[in-house]
């Protein structure tokens, strides 16, 4: 009853933040299906509504728009990161809104709220844009949402329990594989060549088995924007500047900050040391999920 009480007052809060702040949307980070309809009783017509499930939860306990999280146990700022860039790749969130995000953390057998937040999705000063393309906008252009959520649902995964229970770390390109192949070049042979695309598709179990069981070769791995799985162990050619990715941050970040910046591609790297798991595009990092939030 705590739980739920304080849940209500985390709702009824964020719908006075939401109308207070004139925000486009508000995003429930969480599978509870009564707050939701609180939030909608309350907003319909005012906020779009959006919900968040893992894919374990079943069905969607509404019927508006739903977007899905990874099957990890995912705390307060993953949650609402995931979630703000799962949106803006399924292009129910776009560039220039302003957005309410309600998150918490797993409470037992409940999920407790305790943290409402006012988000600009906007451009940091300084990203570029190519033909007016700003990189929070290329999210849903280089590839559908159902294969960005994949990948970014296994990276987050690998960094989270690793292969095997041990650490690994990870670089994925989606998308303009074409230019991504012809700015690489193998470091091993190709365990994906000669299978067919059906078993190479990020979105069957056999390929996401495969990308676990190889995460550890050296080298990057080649998605298509349709998400076919081109090859692995491939070494990136163009490495951004040392100054262009936060201190501490080696290679393989820059190697998808070089990537991102000469083509049109999504990079995910997952850091073997901690975790974390970065998002690039345009030549810059986007966003930063936390390996032990």
């Known amino acids: ?24 949307a508000v995003v429930l980070a969480a599978t509870l299906p009564e707050e939701a309809e609180i939030l909608r009783s309350a907003l319909e017509g005012e906020q779009r509504i959006i919900m968040t499930t893992e894919r374990t939860s079943g069905p969607a306990p509404h019927d508006g728009d739903l977007l899905v999280l990874p099957e ?41 709220l305790d943290t409402i937040a006012i988000v600009e999705l906007s451009a940091e000063t300084g990203y570029p844009s190519i033909e007016g393309l700003e990189p929070l906008d290329a999210l849903a252009e280089i590839a559908e949402p159902a294969i960005f959520d994949a990948v970014l649902s296994l990276c987050v995964e690998l960094g989270r329990a ?40 990020i979105l069957s179990p056999q390929a996401r088995r495969a990308v676990r069981e190889f995460s550890g070769i050296d080298g990057a791995f080649i998605i298509r924007s349709d998400g076919i799985v081109e090859a692995a162990g491939r070494y990136l050619h163009p490495l951004a500047p040392a100054d262009a990715v936060p201190p501490g941050l080696g290679a393989r970040h820059r190697a998808a900050a070089g990537i991102t910046g000469l083509t049109e591609s999504i990079a995910f790297a997952v850091s073997e040391s901690n975790g974390d798991t970065r998002v690039f595009v345009r030549g810059h990092l986007l966003m930063t999920i936390e390996g032990a939030d």
């Open 1 to 24: 009853m705590i739980v739920a009480d304080k849940n209500r007052a985390v709702i009824e809060s964020a719908i006075v933040l939401a109308r207070l702040s004139g925000a486009e």
């Open 72 to 112: 990890v146990r995912l705390r307060r700022r993953g949650r609402a990161k995931i979630a703000l860039l799962e949106g803006l790749a399924a292009g129910i969130l776009q560039q220039g809104e302003r957005v309410i995000v309600i998150s918490g953390n797993p409470a037992g057998d409940h999920f407790e």
């Open 162 to 201: 690793g292969r095997e229970g041990k650490a690994v770390g990870l670089l994925v390109t989606l998308g303009d594989h074409e230019n991504v192949l012809d700015h690489s070049h193998p470091i091993v042979l190709n365990p994906f060549e000669g299978h067919p695309a059906r078993l190479r598709s």
